[in-house]
């Protein structure tokens, strides 16, 4: 989900609906590092491999279960269970991921410059509510801006997999424009 704000801030949601996106348990295990417990499930659903579990609980289920019906299902894709993983030869096969896309305009609503000074009003209130911790309180798109800002500088972090993989596709990619 991204909603605009007053001065282009926005409110930016891109997330798994399982405990943990699969990219960080595959790099753990790369790194050979514990995985918790809490974000899989090893080789004991009917396909025999590990599972994602669900974000909170049953109520994280049925959020699952709800993008599952609105990106797999309606459009006629795989299922999320069958997809090919990104990160598996061959990399020339299509990866079958389905999407859903769903547009509001908030003018149909209301004033749209009243809607977004209310968005940053409102995430200006959550940034400054007391932080648990010694941290601050962030809101979506926050951790990822900083992000943005520091690999701006610094360039993208590669690991030795994931360089090997880029550097796979771009062989491939270049041989296909190569063989016309």
């Given amino acids: 989900m991204a909603v605009l704000g007053a001065d282009n801030e926005v409110f930016g949601v891109d997330f798994a ?21 809490d974000w899989v499930v090893d080789g004991s659903n009917s396909h025999g491999v590990f599972a994602l579990k669900p974000l909170g609980g049953h109520k994280g289920q049925c959020l699952g279960m709800m993008i599952e019906i609105l990106s797999s299902l309606l459009s006629g894709g795989a299922f999320g269970h069958v997809l090919k993983h990104l990160h ?4 020339t096969e299509p990866r079958e991921i389905s999407h859903f896309f769903l ?25 400054n509510e007391p932080a648990v911790d010694s941290g601050s309180v962030m809101v979506p798109g926050d951790p990822e801006r900083a992000v943005f800002s520091i690999r701006a500088q610094t ?26």
Avoid: K, N, W
């Fill in 103 to 127: 547009a509001l305009d908030p003018a149909a609503f209301g004033d749209v410059e009243t809607f977004r000074s209310r968005l940053t009003a409102y995430l200006a209130f959550i940034r």
């Fill in 17 to 37: 609906t399982s405990q943990i996106a699969f990219s960080h348990v595959r790099a753990r295990r790369e790194r050979g590092e514990f995985v918790p417990d």
């Fill in 155 to 180: 360039g993208i972090p590669l690991s030795e997999p994931d360089r090997t993989c880029i550097q796979q596709l771009m062989r491939e990619e270049a041989a296909l424009i190569q063989s016309g």
């Fill in 88 to 91: 598996t030869e061959p990399f």
